[in-house]
C-alpha cells in the first residue's frame, strides 16, 4: 500500500502566545516557545542558551542563534 506523501507541513508562530506550531495537514503535531530576539527583533524557537544574564543570574535579554556569536 503506497501511502499518499502529499502532506503539508506548516509551521505558524503566535506572536500574541510566543508559541511556535508545526502542523501537518492542518493537524498540530508539535508546539514550541518562541521568544523575539532582543538584538535583531527576529522571533525564533526559544533556546535557553540565549538568555543573557545578569550578575545575579536573572535572564533580562534574550539573543537568538545569530547574534549570540
Ligand atoms: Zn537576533
Redesign the pocket.
Known sequence: MEATSMSAVTEVINVAEMVGRTLIDGKVVAEFKCER??????I?ILDRAGYQRDVSGTPILW??????K
Open positions: 530576539c532582543d538584538n535583531c527583533e527576529r525564533e539573543f537568538c542563534g545569530q547574534c549570540r
